[in-house]
């Protein structure tokens, strides 16, 4: 409920406020299920000790992160394969979303 609520103000605020090329939270929320067994709603699960926590994370470079994947600069079994079919639009969404999250990475 915390997290609807969350979601449903960054949304308005997002709408209210930011240029498109900021990624749209709400949207994010929505296309992580995927994400979410591994990274956990909002960022913070890390479900194998090798696993990054990126609730928090600087939206450029989780933008960064996810477009290496996409692209094969950064490779990774698990994660290449989910970044492969991501667009642009995708990945902002998806950034908006996790580095609004708290978490230990956030200052
Ligand atoms: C099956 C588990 C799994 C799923 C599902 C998954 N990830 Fe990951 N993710 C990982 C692992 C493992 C890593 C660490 C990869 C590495 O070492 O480069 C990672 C790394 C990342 C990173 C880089 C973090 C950093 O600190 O550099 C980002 C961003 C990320 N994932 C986002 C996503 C998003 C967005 C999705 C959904 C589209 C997703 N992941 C789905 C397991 C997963």
Redesign the pocket.
């Known amino acids: 409920m915390k997290l609807m609520l969350t979601a449903l103000t960054v949304a308005l605020a997002w709408a209210l406020a930011s240029p498109a090329s900021a990624g749209n939270p709400a949207r994010g929320l929505e296309i992580?299920q995927?994400?979410q067994?591994?990274?956990g709603e909002d960022g913070n699960l890390a479900?194998e000790a090798?696993?990054?926590i990126?609730a928090g994370?600087h939206f450029n470079y989780?933008v960064r992160?996810?477009e290496d994947y996409r692209s094969g600069d950064?490779d990774?079994a698990?994660?290449s394969s989910?970044a492969r079919d991501?667009s642009d639009r995708d990945i902002r969404d998806?950034a908006a979303w996790y580095s609004r999250q708290e978490g230990p990475l956030k200052p």
């Open positions: 992580s995927v994400c067994s591994c990274h479900l090798d696993y990054p990126i994370q989780l992160a996810l950064r990774h698990i994660m989910f991501l998806l």
